[in-house]
């Protein structure tokens, strides 16, 4: 099986591939097409802001190799929200994928943005398995996707949110799995296993 880490401007590219490391995952990091278009499973992590990471996949004709793609996908954080169609976040069109608007945290005496820790996960559909019922994983995010038709997992700070998110070929995760120790561990086993 071959795995491939889309190569763009985001920050925990590192830390994805030390996660399939210890999973002892065969894995590439690479932005070529062709590499990306034959892999078996695709991982597009995400740690940065929405429109200049938008602006690098599409000077690099990735945004409709992404959409094209008909294999597993997994967008993690940053790569969930450029699923959807649009993000407050510099008021930017996205992949359009999921057809939802990904939205900005309204912070508040009792909740900061953005919001940083351990939260548990409800999940009303298939995918990650039940398992993981109210395993707590690892959030870093500003931004969030509401829950909608697609939602698989729901999250809790400020407003229920979509923590995982499924359509077709195409699965999501707001939170970190690669920073989520075991049940991180086994929400990447659960996509490499597809």
């Known amino acids: 099986m071959k795995t491939v880490i889309l190569k763009y401007n985001a920050g925990n590219i590192q830390s994805v591939s030390h996660a399939l490391e210890l999973l002892v995952v065969d894995f590439e990091i690479t932005d070529e097409v062709e590499k990306i278009q034959s892999a078996d499973k695709v991982i ?3 740690v940065g802001e929405a429109s200049t990471t938008m602006a690098y996949l599409k000077n690099k004709k990735l945004d409709q190799v992404i959409r094209d ?7 993690i954080c940053l790569g969930m929200q450029l699923m959807c169609k649009h993000s407050e976040e510099n008021d930017i069109s996205c992949l359009g994928i999921f057809d939802e608007v990904v939205k900005k945290f309204e912070a508040s005496k009792e909740f900061k943005v953005p919001h940083m820790g351990w939260n548990n996960l ?37 407003v229920p949110f979509s923590a995982a998110m499924k359509k077709d070929n195409f699965y999501a995760v707001q939170f970190h799995p ?8 086994r929400i990447l086993k659960s996509f490499l296993a597809i």
């Not at 398992?131 to 700070?157: G, R």
């Not at 690669?178 to 561990?185: D, I, P, V």
């Open 178 to 185: 690669e920073k989520s120790a075991q049940a991180g561990e």
């Open 122 to 158: 409800t999940l009303t559909n298939s995918w990650p398995e039940k398992a993981l019922e109210n395993s707590s994983v690892y959030f870093v995010h500003s931004y969030y996707v509401p829950v909608n038709e697609f939602t698989t997992a729901v999250s809790d700070y400020i």
């Open 69 to 75: 793609l008909k294999q597993p996908v997994l967008g």
């Open 44 to 46: 597009f992590p995400g």
